[in-house]
């Protein structure tokens, strides 16, 4: 229907057609017909007020203009000479009477140019004009509203505000763009609301929570929650204006990995709000040397127990721990603390629960209409379009949203094998090859380039985090070299390989020697992270501990030397969280961590090391330089497999080399000689994991140790010395 007013009879009956359509709940342009309209003669003023019984038309000081006419099924309408420049109705039943602005006396706010880039799929803001925000609109307070649902027939938001009632609130469409808009005078921060959508095939869909909401209700409610994204006092400059030189590939990176919600339970059974996670977890994470906070998936979800992986509201930070502003605030401590915040996020797959993203407009949206390609096997979830260009467009504008909006400092990309292979957990028949019949999703490659080079492009000082599980070439290479763009990718095999090994017994480990050894045949082909993450801990895997072989002494033991070799090694640090004490359970989401552990000497010594391991790879350029550079790493002995015994330097040019040296063997090695480098200048203990200090018998060597000029192992000085079993040593040279 035009916006034209109805002037002749086939005219007014179209209106009254059209009006049947609001009380019914199916119109799909309400301005055409609700709002002010032109008469042959004057103006006629409509309004849907469904429960009254009589209305009038009054200007903004209360004075009535007009009574109204009731047209029936609680439509009225007001007639006036002239359109006046603001009024509202003023409804009565019985002895109630209510007033209220008038929505569609406002006009569109989203512009031409905003249709444009979301149409072609290239805006970079689109949280600033999809979404709920609190504005003043021709002079009214009120919230405007906008979503992107082209296959609906109808939009209305509602809320408590409407009484949750679809045909009280129909949205303006925005034509080709498939946006609906609606400025909603009267309402404000703290809102309520959800979306109604009525399908091109007349059927009303599930009311669904805002994909472009910035927060929400704690399950089980799912509905969105309108807050404000301006006003925020930032407080982290000085952390931004550093935050670049501690996120290179030469920087110390070691990160903390924490499910926030069982990280500790305050008053033994709630979840912590932001501001007592910045009383309690930053202020421990930062005393234990790490550099990072990396926060399993802060996004708003609906199952407690996906910790958070099956997310619905991808830019809201979740109600579990508070509101919007507390999250900022819990940034804002990270940065105070000199950690950086690393998220989580999840654009690999979305659970399909009513009120999401799934059949959002009553049409395959946001998935693919293909099940080969838009359902996963593994989760049960819906998988993304990301060859639609509106899709990806989301999709990478949430990643520059938590890096513009709330200042975080990187993301983590969950599941990205699952994303690169259209037969990812697969069989044949059940996947579509690519249009050159290959098994790589060229959409899925594609949208992963084009997202790092945005987040990037916008700010070269944060990190993305590629958590990749097969040997896919390149994807810590930029983009334009052919690469994914990413910042780091997580070593996988490296973790695979050797917890394989730490789990066998000693007596049996010389026959496996390479799975220690194997990860340093390609350590630098990419940019590596070496995870000790939440899916080792899970789903009867045990802890970490729980791997070691033996009785509980040697258990610690060898969790002791296999966290000196993991510091030691090329590549970032991630261990999750209970691990950095040797927690001896298996983790559960349902509960906090065991923290009464640290009462034995045992776990204390574990927590111990892990912190003078943070402190030893922040302090010595030789440790985390060249990480990524094979410059930074030469073998002394990686051959001695018949004694489980592993020796390397890690140096960097101008600094002081370290030697690693690790006996994993449940025999003492003694009077072991080693090649070392350097002149004259001693050598300095500064990890000892069998020290009788973190929980070890006391029997490794104690220093400072010089060396002789005796050559082994290509160098002409060596260090002769005990190794205890089951046990790691770290030297440094010091400086003379």
């Not at 030697?659 to 203990?685: D, I, K």
Request: charged share 25%; glycine share 10%; aromatic share 12%.
């Amino acid at each position: 229907m035009s916006n034209a007013s109805p002037t002749s009879a086939s005219d007014a009956a179209a209106a009254s057609d059209a009006l049947a359509l609001i009380a019914e709940g199916r119109c799909g342009d309400p301005f055409a017909v609700l709002g002010a309209h032109p008469l042959a003669q004057g103006w006629a003023l409509r309004a849907f007020l469904p429960g009254a019984e009589a209305a009038e038309l009054v200007d903004p000081q209360g004075e009535v203009l007009a009574e109204a006419a009731d047209l029936g099924r609680g439509l009225f309408e007001a007639r006036l000479p002239a359109r006046p420049d603001a009024w509202q109705w003023r409804a009565r039943r019985g002895e109630d009477v209510w007033q209220e602005d008038d929505p569609y006396r406002f006009g569109p706010l989203l512009g031409d140019l905003d249709e444009h880039l979301i149409s072609e799929g290239s805006h970079g803001e689109l949280w600033r004009v999809l979404g709920a925000h609190p504005r003043r609109h021709d002079g009214a307070e009120g919230v405007h509203f906008a979503v992107w649902a082209p296959g609906a027939a109808r939009v209305s938001v509602v809320g408590p505000f409407n009484g949750w009632d679809g045909r009280r609130h129909p949205m303006r469409a925005r034509g080709a763009s498939g946006v609906w808009e609606i400025f909603l005078p009267g309402l404000a921060e703290g809102i309520d609301y959800k979306y109604e959508i009525l399908g091109q095939d007349g059927a009303l869909q599930p009311p669904k929570a805002d994909p472009v909401g910035f927060a929400a209700a704690l399950r089980p409610d799912n509905v969105s929650r309108v807050a404000r994204l301006d006003g925020h006092d930032w407080q982290d400059a000085d952390w931004l204006a550093e935050r670049a030189a501690r996120n290179r590939v030469d920087a110390p990176i070691s990160i903390y990995e924490a499910h926030l919600p069982s990280w500790l339970r305050m008053d033994g059974w709630r979840w912590p709000d932001w501001d007592e996670l910045a009383q309690t977890l930053v202020p421990y994470v930062a005393d234990m040397g790490f550099t990072h906070i990396e926060a399993l998936p802060v996004s708003e979800h609906p199952l407690d127990a996906s910790w958070g992986y099956q997310p619905v509201g991808l830019y809201a930070p979740t109600s579990r721990h508070g509101d919007l502003a507390g999250f900022r605030r819990f940034v804002e401590a990270c940065h105070a603390a000199r950690l950086g915040l690393i998220l989580d996020w999840v654009p690999a797959h979305f659970p399909t629960d009513p009120h999401g993203l799934a059949q959002f407009d009553g049409s395959h949206l946001y998935e693919h209409a293909d099940p080969r390609q838009g359902f996963h096997p593994d989760w049960n979830t819906a998988i993304y379009n990301y060859g639609r260009n509106e899709v990806a467009n989301y999709l990478i504008a949430n990643a520059r949203y938590w890096v513009r909006e709330h200042h975080v400092d990187g993301l983590r990309v969950d599941a990205v094998a699952s994303m690169l292979y259209l037969d990812y957990s697969r069989k044949d028949g059940e996947w579509a090859p690519n249009r050159f019949g290959g098994r790589e999703n060229l959409e899925a490659i594609e949208f992963l380039r084009r997202m790092n080079r945005e987040v990037y492009g916008d700010d070269p000082s944060v990190m993305t985090i590629a958590e990749e599980s097969t040997a896919w070439p390149g994807v810590s290479r930029p983009a334009h070299d052919g690469g994914l763009g990413f910042g780091f990718k997580w070593n996988m095999g490296w973790m695979h390989d050797s917890l394989q090994y730490m789990a066998r017994e000693p007596v049996h480990r010389r026959w496996h020697h390479g799975e220690m050894s194997f990860g340093l045949h390609y350590a630098f082909s990419e940019n590596f992270v070496l995870p000790l993450s939440h899916d080792e801990v899970v789903h009867g895997k045990g802890s970490i501990l729980g791997r070691m072989p033996g009785e509980r002494w040697d258990a610690f033991a060898d969790l002791r030397a296999y966290y000196a070799f993991m510091w030691a090694h090329p590549g970032k640090k991630l261990l999750f969280m209970g691990q950095e004490f040797g927690q001896q359970a298996e983790w559960n989401h349902e509960a906090e961590l065991d923290w009464s552990a640290l009462s034995d000497p045992l776990h204390k010594g574990v927590q111990d090391l892990v912190r003078r391991l943070n402190r030893l790879y922040r302090d010595a350029p030789a440790l985390h330089r060249l990480d990524a550079e094979e410059d930074g790493f030469r073998w002394i002995d990686g051959g001695a497999e018949d004694a489980s015994v592993y020796a390397w330097i890690r140096r960097s040019p101008g600094e002081a080399p370290v030697v690693a040296l690790f006996n994993f063997s449940g025999a003492l090695q003694s009077g072991w000689r080693f090649g070392v480098p350097g002149g004259e200048a001693p050598w300095r203990v500064e990890i000892d994991t069998d020290a009788a200090a973190l929980g070890g018998a006391g029997r490794g060597p104690v220093g400072p140790l010089a060396s002789t000029a005796e050559p082994s192992h290509g160098f002409d000085r060596s260090l002769t010395l005990d190794l205890p079993p089951r046990s790691a040593v770290i030297l440094r040279q010091e400086r003379v």
